[in-house]
T-cell receptor
Framework: DSGVTQTPKHLITATGQRVTLRCSPR?????VYWYQQSLDQGLQFLIQ???????AKGNILERFSAQQFPDLHSELNLSSLELGDSALYFC????????????FGPGTRLTVT | AQSVTQPDIHITVSEGASLELRCNYS??????LFWYVQSPGQGLQLLLK??????LVQGIKGFEAEFKRSQSSFNLRKPSVHWSDAAEYFC????????????FGAGTILRVKS
């Protein structure tokens, strides 16, 4: 158990819908990262927050957004969902914003039908 | 551009045999290097990491990895594989100069024959 929690574990929704994925980092970790894992793209970095502020952006679609709250939990919002958005979404956390080791949560499996 | 190559998509070894999983990276900066393991339906567990110093690093579950700057490689090894090691293994690279993201290889699926 990494200490990073993610909810829900599974999510099934229809195209065009909007969902919110939630992540709680390990105690003491200020930095949260979101990754998408799909069969065709592999593991891709989406976005990073550090202590409430956006720190880095990767291959994140404009339909996707994220935020980190004062209690350091983070939410990833996915809207206007398409079939291709079906994937595993991982949250990871690290102590600081640098390239220290990141600890991953169990992931949220999103299925868009 | 930063990239990580894991040339072997699948590897099958017999239980008790040694294992080496290959990882090569292309980075314009001094990298931080990681190996993660993912069991089916699970998240990624950190096996080991290299930041600096001794180029041979020890990790959990009896794994080790060696950083070879001249070959841009960070291969993962285990002297004797157990059936419970069957999983997918990911090499990942990060660097301060490229922000804080990790760039992952495509993964190597390890099968263990009994």
């Amino acid at each position: 158990d990494s200490g990073v929690t993610q909810t829900p574990k599974h999510l099934i929704t229809a195209t065009g819908q909007r969902v919110t994925l939630r992540c709680s980092p390990r105690s003491g970790d200020l930095s949260v990262y979101w990754y998408q894992q799909s069969l065709d793209q592999g593991l891709q970095f989406l976005i990073q927050y550090y202590n409430g502020e956006e720190r880095a952006k990767g291959n994140i679609l404009e339909r996707f957004s994220a935020q980190q709250f004062p209690d350091l939990h983070s939410e990833l919002n996915l809207s206007s969902l398409e079939l291709g958005d079906s994937a595993l979404y991982f949250c990871a956390s690290s102590v600081q914003g640098g390239s220290y080791e990141q600890y991953f949560g169990p992931g949220t499996r999103l299925t868009v039908t | 551009a930063q990239s990580v190559t894991q040339p072997d998509i699948h590897i099958t070894v017999s239980e008790g045999a040694s294992l080496e999983l290959r990882c090569n990276y292309s980075y314009g900066a001094t990298p931080y290097l990681f190996w993660y393991v993912q069991s089916p339906g699970q998240g990624l567990q950190l096996l080991l990491k290299y930041f600096s110093g001794d180029t041979l690093v020890q990790g959990i579950k009896g794994f080790e990895a060696e950083f070879k700057r001249s070959q841009s490689s960070f291969n993962l090894r285990k002297p004797s594989v157990h059936w419970s090691d069957a999983a997918e293994y990911f090499c990942a690279v990060g660097a301060r100069e490229y922000g804080n993201k990790l760039v992952f290889g495509a993964g190597t699926i390890l099968r263990v024959k009994s």
